[in-house]
Each structure stands twice: as structure tokens, then as C-alpha cells.
């Protein structure tokens, strides 16, 4: 939170403003509410709620470019913050090029924990376009797949990396 940020409470609620995905918001958030819960609330429905621990990554959303998990961050300390969900990153007309990588090498059971898995990708290839495979082992630790192994969601992120370098 920055020095000059000012919170103001209504009727117990905190109301912060946040950039979602792009978009300046102002949400009302409780003292005592997490980020996940928050962004569900405000219809950010692609942040999973799973363990509700900060054990299985369901929950990661990227803020101020750096991948969080949304259970375990108050939500007024995302006050002035950026935020992006799976629903900043494309869509099912215009899917980002991570999201078509999952899809294409078959890391997509239930969905459910897909969209951390994303998101802690994004983040992976913003900052190190060539990533070796344990550098993607170590991105993706602590989003837990129930459905699959990791072999091919590692491999996605591997034809991500590539889609991305041939992008203008």
C-alpha cells in the first residue's frame, strides 16, 4: 500500500481501488476478507477458491506483477495494486497464446487448477522467456494438479515459451 493511499469504511467495508485486468475499480472489501474471496465476489469467477490454506495455487492471481495467492492476501492490502486473473489474459474467442499451449498439449483435465497454473506461467515467461524445464518445475511448485501428472502442463509451458517468441 502506498503512503498517501486512503481507505475509507462504510458500514464495516473497506473501499479500495484496484486495476483489474486493465480496468480501474473500486471494491468494497471487509477488514477481515482475503483478495480471493474479494475478486469472486466482484465476479472474478476464474479465481479458484480450493484449499483455502496456500496449499494447492487454485487461487493465483498476479499482483503488481507478481504471482500471489489470493487466499492468503488481505484484500485492502491490494489497495492501489494491479491485478490480473485468467480473465485478463484472453478469452475463448482470443485466447492468450499460454492459454492455447494448454489446450494444445492436453493440460486441461477439470480446469480447476489451470488458471493458477497459467497465471504462475505468465509470470515465468514475462521474466524468462527461455526457461529451462527446471525453471519451470520451480514456477509451477504449489499449484497442485489432482487430475493429471505435470508432464503436460510443463510441456505447455515449453510450446507457450515458443508461441510467444514468434509473437510480434
Known amino acids: ?99 492455447e499451449a494448454f489446450v494444445e498439449s492436453g493440460a486441461v483435465q477439470c480446469g480447476f487448477c489451470i488458471p493458477g497454473m497459467i497465471l504462475s506461467s505468465k509470470q515465468l515467461l514475462d521474466r524468462t522467456p527461455n526457461p529451462s524445464e527446471a525453471e519451470i518445475r520451480k514456477a509451477l511448485d504449489g499449484n497442485l494438479c489432482r487430475c493429471t501428472g505435470y508432464v503436460k502442463q510443463i510441456e505447455a509451458v515449453k510450446i507457450a515459451a515458443k508461441k510467444l517468441k514468434k509473437k510480434p
Open 1 to 99: 500500500m502506498k503512503n498517501n493511499a486512503r481507505i475509507e469504511t462504510k458500514k464495516g467495508f473497506f473501499e479500495i481501488m484496484v486495476t483489474v485486468n486493465g480496468e480501474k475499480r473500486e471494491l468494497s472489501v471487509k477488514n477481515s476478507e482475503f483478495l480471493l474471496d474479494a475478486l469472486r465476489r466482484h465476479g472474478w469467477k476464474g479465481v479458484k477458491k480450493g484449499c483455502d490454506t496456500g496449499d494447492c495455487g487454485s487461487c493465483t492471481v498476479i499482483l503488481n506483477g507478481r504471482p500471489v495467492l489470493g487466499c492468503l492476501v488481505p484484500a485492502v492490502a491490494a489497495h492501489e495494486g494491479e491485478i490480473i486473473t485468467i480473465e485478463g489474459l484472453g478469452t475463448v474467442q482470443k485466447p492468450h497464446p499460454i492459454q
